[in-house]
């Protein structure tokens, strides 16, 4: 069937911030459907409040709405735009669940909007998990046990049918949010209490237990003549129990047979039928018993998803593209197949290689959060790797995560063998332990395990994890004898390199550093010797048609199909698996740098390994290599490509941590020299340029030892800032206040050593923070974006709330801030991007630091600005001027652009929420308006806080604070809120002339605040804290807004901030304008 | 690890591990890209005469049981796979893949560049291949599958068929046979209420196909591929199917032959082997495909409804049109002396033919194999349709 032309403009909806469940999936196959749609002609009209993504450059979309995603917001959209169809499937359950809003509030028959791709009641059937079951049963297939309960009661009654272990989960949510496991009774009405809250309807799902279970996704595709293929079977290793977000998975399947296979299928084509997905993709989960082989569904999700994003990326079919196509009228039959461009897509990928992801946990960064792996999803990134077998491609994956783990090193000591003398009983129990519950470690402790002579029956019955599984990572383990023991032949590294071992981890297990071994391997004396990967195509057919797409992996096999054009190419290096403090943002600029070189004629090499990106499209670049983003695996493809430079200023730390090595090995670093970067990062080379140009720092000092750190802290004088040396973003960075907390701190947090130094700095307390992001080619320096942080100095730059144009600091500042950035960039010799964080303080600018390299800030300024910059510093560095580009200093804003961050501590039970300089945030927002009030209240809203238009207002703040908290009670007075506050808060409140009632504290008996939150009384919370010692009383109201969903402050800033937005919604009613709307303004 | 090498005739040679019986075999080197039903595939007689590469680089993970076989043993001549699965994992597991092949006598290798050998084909084609774990000698190897007989011309349909006519009446039963509840099966349903006489011209035939046949409520007989048309009708049956097989369908002259006679008296149903036999029987060439199709992916339209099936395929040669088949306008019709004829199906990957539909006498003939195993079971539907066609043909 032709494309449909009875409608002609189309509304997409986005997923929003990056959140623990939804990532840059989302922005993957956004960015891909607004591009299908635009191809074909349709105008597209997209909202999304995330603007570090692709989507939402003012290029993809005809009209592009940064607003926050809620009802009225798109309701206005659609006012506005009279769009006539609506793609509901692109942005994740964010997007779902909006248009399902839409439909029942009635918006869309109002402005006669049709759904495309899935109907209502096709959204309703596979979303409602009572709708589901039934649909299931009446096709004949079997669902686990359960029951809907929206009371404790009801919950409780039918426990009797599902029996323990039972698993509760709210319905309507994402990433299984509130989705537990309870062995018992308590457990269990901790969990129903916990789901009802958690459920957007009150709703919640008990089920029966199927953990242990084998677990299996099928990714299914649709179209209007009812054409189904199936794009790919992917096999969890863990098995049911296990968060399919946070499992390790892998495609194809691995331990089906033909006959349990076709099951699958036959099942999947019946349930996307009945289901009622029109067009489009699914994803079907399924649990198989592992010894009877008895089927249940698991769950469908009638949409793209994060698993369709890897299946897109593990086959070379690019499911949201086709999706997008399939909507609009489109067959299968009639769309090419983009990789062999003479095939169609209507066909089901084979593939002969194995693909490995594996989730990227960050526990580490929320202290009190348990690691047990669950239903619910608690990683924030994934990696993927593809190798010829498992073996290789688990290594491959491994060692992408960026963990200093290049493989599967032994927890426990054992990489040379069991040390003698060790107690292998005792090591073996310890194992065993550790084997109980799943764990982010668990493949780790598995080959150690291994190492101790466990026998894969027994890890099998600790695990439920396939036996095949067990054993392909015991030929890994067994490899290692090997590898410790033998020479190292040329025959020898090359069945190695086969099985996917780093070049770092069999110099670990040989005694031999990584480099040596590399070297020799790669060119050794006689050329007959020499072990060098290989690349292979992706090709979707298993070889049986060409490849036109070089879309590429590495192994060490006897052909190579890389076949290098002989161009003028540059090599971009991505940022690896989404983490906190590294994520989309990055990505976006990767994605930018390959949009300039193709601007420019030349041909980009993209290197990358994040499944859930736009970068890893194979559309986005020349040629893609997905592969660990390691030395090794880098230093293998320049090999091959020869690219004139690489760049490594637009993945984050990640590339930029290779740029020293990498120019070392003798490639051409574009842009910012490896030498500048070293200077703005080296700390004692850094304080020489500050010197040099007589800019103000906080002071500072090193400590090798907790008594050198005491005295350097009290040179300093308290507050200071301490961190260790070698860890980013943020990690394990604290403010402490004294002599006590510093202690603390040094024989806690850190071990301090000659090795591993303390880095002590003076925080400035009440500086308010400023970001600038800046670009220059070498002789004139653009200062693009001059951000003032809502939240003070010492909160992470990430975790800080921003405005674009500063909103309270006067012009002089502003100008000196300017002055200072390009007095940096022009000394620094940066060429393209520079980050620099600067404090102001009493009417004094300090500088924090300086990143020459693409900041996390890039998108957000560029969507602000309306100049992609990430572009323009690709260009500038393959050597174009800024005059030549036409930029060289931005024209003032007549608008404010607010972003805010978002965090997942609903996903950690019991951690506190406080702000501090460790990053925690996975995503941010941004809200655009003419008043900064308004413009604030958009970000909160993006973030999915509400600001309250009355109520009651809670204060409990510091006594630095109190006077701040005075304007904050005044101005909400005035708004007509009631003010409560704990008695010292209300005390210096009613001496100001605040009307204000006291509160119990939660240890000052009931009713306390926490009761007060609980029944709904408080419609915001105020609550700063200062030492340590004061957190813990006040954490419960911290936690309990949160699980109440309340707006809450945890700054003065931050509450003034939203006083004035509540102010500016109070004045004026909701408006809103598209991206291209702001910036035809400017240009006008 | 005991080395093995693959020689092609055309001087390629692949070194690798030595997998299952330790010995020496030739064969015509196909590859196949399903990524499961090895045990279906090896146990396949149209393998008859071939060296099966699998794509797919873990074989063996599931090991083989008694159960997921299309015949009573492996036909295939050699196997060749990138990675065998020392130790298998299944419920329904009961021996090793080396094993298997161990005690079928089967030689194969593994530890290969198996994607480098299939591009190898896919541009230079099938051809002739040694696999040897006896003797590493490369120019001896080459020289042996050079001089080794093709399959083109060969009567290999008469080395795997039946000795005598034997009764058939086992279905495809529940699936899977320990579940509690068994609705998840796509069989076809039972059509009509007699049972329905199929007498079928194994050639070859694949256990899955008289299994669907006993699903729609045939009651089947199996007969050598040499009976004659005379013998089938004093069966007295209401359907007559031509199964697949292996090799060469010009090899097989008696079969068109038979197939020419039957025509018409009753409804016939024509799968792979049995297509091209039917295409020759309509006086129509058939031709040699570069690297046939041996897949459980392929496209295939149904060009009376437009719509797609994923299709299970294995095949070597097709037929051909005498003018060039245009899919714009497959209404086209030829002229042949059973009346006229017309492409039912057609592949999406090539264009080449997939299925005959003969206008003016009931049968359905078909390339690809709608039985599957291995392979997506879109296509069962269509041994209903032939048990509708024995319900309404009147003879």
Known sequence: MPKRTDIKSILLIGSGPIVIGQACEFDYSGTQACKALKEEGYRVVLINSNPATIMTDPELADRTYVEPITLDVVEQVIERER??????????????????????????????????????EAIHKAEDREAFRQAMWKIGLNTPESAVARTLLDAERALDRIGFPAIVRPSFTLGGTGGNIAYNIEEFRRCVEWGLQASPVGEILIEQSVIGWKEFELEVMRDLKDNVVIVCPIENLDPMGVHTGDSITVAPAMTLTDKEYQLLRDAALRIIREIGVDTGGSNIQFGLHPETGEMVIIEMNPRVSRSSALASKATGFPIAKIAAKLAVGYTLDEITNDITRVTKAAFEPTIDYVVVKIPRFTFEKFPGADPTLTTQMKSVGEAMAIGRTFKEALQKAVRSMEIDRYGLVSLLGLDRGVPAGANGEELAAKVRDRLKIPHPDRLWHLADAMRLGLPTEELYQRTKIDPWFLEQIREIVRFEDRLRGEALTADLLREAKQLGFADERIGQLNGMDGKTLRER??????????VRATYKRVDTCAAEFEAKTPYLYSTYERECEAAPTGRQKVMILGGGPNRIGQGIEFDYCCVHAAFALREEGIETIMVNCNPETVSTDYDTSDRLYFEPLTQEDVLNIIRVEQPLGVVVQFGGQTPLKLALPLEKAGVTILGTSPDAIDRAEDRERFRDLLEKLQLRQPA?????????????AAAITYPVMVRPSYVLGGRAMRIVYDEAGLMGYMTSAVTASPNHPVLIDKYLEDA??????????????????????????????????????????GQS???????????????????????????????????????PRGSRTVPFVSKAIGVPLAKLAMKVMMGKTLQELGF??????????????????????????????????????????GDFGWAFAKAQAGAGVALPQGGTVFLSVKDQDKRAAVDVARHLQRLHFRIEATSGTAAYLRDQGVDVQTVNKVNEGRPHIVDHIKNGEISLVINTVGSEASHADSASIRREALQKGLPYYTTMRGALAAALGIDASRRKALTIRSLQEYHARREC | MKKAILALADGTVFEGRALGFAGETVGELVFNTSMTGYQEILTDPSYKGQIVTMTCPHIGNYGVNTTDVESRRIWAEGFVVKESSRKPSNWRAELGLSEYLMEAHVVGIEGLDTRALTRHLRDRGCQQAVISHVDLDPKRAVDKARTAPGIVGRDLAATVTCIEPYEWTEGSGAWPPDAAVSGAQSQPGRVGQRPYRVVVYDFGVKQNMLRRLVDVGCSVTVVPASTDAETVKTMHPDGVMFSNGPGDPEAVPYAAEALRQLIGWRPLLCICLGHQILGLALGLKTYKLTFGHHAGNHPVMDLRTRKVEITSQNHNFAVQLPAPFDPATPQATLDTKFGRVAVSHVSLNDGSIEGLACLDHPVLSLQYHPEASPGPHDSAYLFRQFAHMMETHHA
Do not use: W
């Not at chain 1, 609506?86 to 049709?114: D, H, S």
């Not at chain 1, 500072?700 to 350097?712: F, L, P, T």
């Not at chain 1, 007095?823 to 520079?834: K, Q, R, Y």
């Open chain 1, 83 to 120: 769009p006539d169809a609506l793609l509901p499937t692109m942005g994740g359950q964010t997007a779902l669940n909006t248009a399902i809003g839409l439909a029942k509030r009635g918006t869309l028959a109002k402005y006669g909007v049709q759904l495309i791709g899935a109907s209502a």
């Open chain 1, 521 to 530: 391997r790669t060119n050794p004396s006689v050329e007959a010797e020499a």
């Open chain 1, 700 to 712: 500072s000092g090193i400590a090798r030892s907790v008594e050198e750190a005491a005295r350097v």
């Open chain 1, 768 to 809: 308010i923070e400023v970001d600038v992001d800046a670009l220059s080619d070498g002789r004139h320096v653009a200062v693009a974006g001059i951000m003032e942080h809502i939240e003070e100095a010492g909160v992470h730059s990430g975790d800080s709330a921003c405005s674009l144009p500063p909103y309270t600091l």
């Open chain 1, 813 to 851: 500042i502003v100008e000196e801030i300017r002055r200072q950035t390009t007095a940096l960039a022009m000394e620094l010799g940066v060429i393209g991007l520079m980050n620099a964080q600067f404090a102001v303080r009493d009417g004094k600018v300090f500088v924090l630091e300086v990143n």
């Open chain 1, 888 to 929: 060289t200093a931005t024209r003032p804003l007549d608008y404010v652009a607010v972003k805010e961050a978002v965090f997942p501590f609903m996903k950690f039970a019991g951690v506190d929420v406080l702000l501090g300089p460790e990053m925690r945030s996975t995503g941010e927002v941004m809200g655009v308006d």
